[in-house]
């Protein structure tokens, strides 16, 4: 089983800075990575898949780099709206494992 | 526009099974894979398994033998089954489309909670 290290666990952060989301797997994934944003009381969003992909609909302030077993998600200039866990994801072998999740509050 | 709903119990006592419901509109579960994945208290996330487009299933091996995911074609709908609950599978149950790993589509999420 792939284990999924994530990082920060929480973020504080003011309207306009640059946001950075960690996740480090313990096994090669190639570029098998998904990230996803749950705000309170919703289902989870995926916002970036697999080889980087950003979702249609998706601001291009999200983006995430990464490839093998080191992947880095970002967000430019945060906005309130933002507010949120993330979650990253592998999808290269089953069982297909989450991040711990990296709760993003705003000042 | 797929949307996918879960419905079932909100409470489940323990030893008892645990059955859920996702309803899908706007895409055939016939194509495709479809999932459940769970949130426990402190938001760690889980994928459970999926049933693909032919009906072929995979399962997390954590739930070993507990677990069951099927489907009914004629209404566009598949299932979970979690046998022989605990305490520790309470959570917020998700259903979800994914190809393969990648889950672009989710319902709502329904909370169960084991207990008696």
């Known amino acids: 089983e792939t284990t999924v290290t994530q990082s920060p666990a929480s973020l504080s952060m003011a309207v306009g800075e640059k946001v950075s989301i960690s996740c480090k797997t313990s096994?090669?994934?190639?570029?098998?990575m998904n990230w996803y944003q749950q705000k309170s009381g919703e289902a989870p969003k995926l916002l970036i898949s697999e080889g980087n992909t950003l979702r249609p609909g998706v601001p291009s302030r999200f983006s995430s780099s990464g490839y093998g077993t080191d992947f880095v998600f970002t967000i430019n200039n945060v906005l309130l709206g933002d507010e949120g866990i993330y979650y990253c994801?592998?999808?290269?072998?089953?069982?297909?494992?989450f991040g711990a999740g990296t709760k993003l509050e705003l000042k | 526009e797929v949307q996918l709903q879960e419905s079932g119990p909100g409470l489940v006592k323990p030893s008892q099974s645990l059955s859920l419901t996702c309803s899908v509109t706007?895409?055939?579960?016939?194509?495709?894979?479809w999932g459940w994945i769970r949130k426990f208290p402190g938001n760690k996330m889980e994928w459970m398994g999926y049933?693909?487009?032919?009906?072929?299933?995979s399962y997390n091996p954590s739930l070993k033998s507990r677990i069951s995911i099927t489907r009914d074609t004629s209404k566009n709908q598949f299932f979970l089954q979690l046998n022989s609950v605990t305490t520790e599978d309470t959570a917020t149950y998700y259903c979800?489309?994914?190809?393969?790993?990648?889950?672009?589509?989710w319902g709502q999420g329904t909370l169960v909670t084991v207990s008696s």
């Open positions: 706007g895409y055939s579960i016939t194509s495709n894979y």
């Open positions: 049933i693909s487009y032919s009906g072929s299933t």
């Open positions: 096994t090669d994934i190639d570029d098998d």
């Open positions: 979800a489309r994914s190809g393969l790993g990648t889950f672009a589509y």
């Open positions: 994801q592998q999808s290269d072998n089953v069982p297909y494992t």
